[in-house]
């Protein structure tokens, strides 16, 4: 995989001097091919922020296929760099023919291809408010004849030093639950219920495996997030503040932190 990425960055000129997000293009390249995309497959990303998973689609669908990735957020959003600063950089490769990014735009709403063949959501589903909404997506999906390519954080962690990664998550779960704010943790869905969300709409799990993700960064950067809003929750529940304060102690135990896998599901 490390040759494939190195490959990669030299062909198309992207994160050659970046190694953090040369660390997440593995993974992304990881989920991609679990997903099964294909030379001059047709496919929508929801929520494809900075474009991570977006180049990697675009590299195996091909010069005949095409990426239209999409994300709710405005141009400047994100850090170090906007999400129009990231996808400028995209679009100025090679790769960039291939893709074409919608940002502030609805999936809902948007016209589609009449020739879609997949429908990628990539870790983006922890961001939707409710399950009625993300139902609505799975909903469409459905209705125009794709199959859903689904992944996220596997909250059944395998190993003591993903603990950190589950904890700190569930604190910014609780965050959203409990104090005003955007975070990017509105919902947390397990295997087994986004299962039968997608078969409420019809579809059917063609596969569903595990990706390796222990040696990511995201575990960490979550438990930095998460010691620092610790304190916030002084208007929630004495129950809440209790179970946040027992979340942290059990958070900042292990001095290594791994990040949770993900899990990858596949329907038609």
Known sequence: MQNQIKSFCENYQLFIDDTIQQVQLRHRFSLVEAFGIQEGMQVVEIGCG?????????????????????????????????????????????????????LETDFLKMKLPENLDVVVLSHSSWYFKSQEQLLAYFHRVKQVGAKLCFAEWDMAYTNLEQRSHFCAASILALYSAFVENDGNIQ??????????????????????????????????????????????????????????????????????????????HVFE
Do not use: C
């Open 50 to 102: 900075q474009g991570d998973t977006t180049v990697a689609l675009a590299d195996l669908v091909g010069a005949s296929g095409q990426v239209i990735a999409l994300d709710i957020a405005p141009d400047d959003y994100g850090a170090p760099l906007t999400l129009a600063q990231a996808h400028a950089k995209i679009l100025d490769s090679p790769l960039g023919s291939r893709i074409s990014f919608h």
């Open 187 to 264: 919902n947390m869905w397990s295997k087994d219920q986004i299962v039968a969300l997608a078969q409420t709409v019809g579809f059917k799990l063609e596969k569903s495996e595990i990706v390796v993700a222990d040696y990511l960064q995201d575990g960490a950067w979550e438990r930095d997030y998460a010691n620092s809003i610790v304190n916030q929750f002084v208007e929630a529940p004495p129950a809440i503040q209790t179970l946040i304060k027992t979340y942290a102690e059990v958070m900042n135990v292990a001095e290594n932190v791994a990040s949770l896998h993900s899990f990858v």
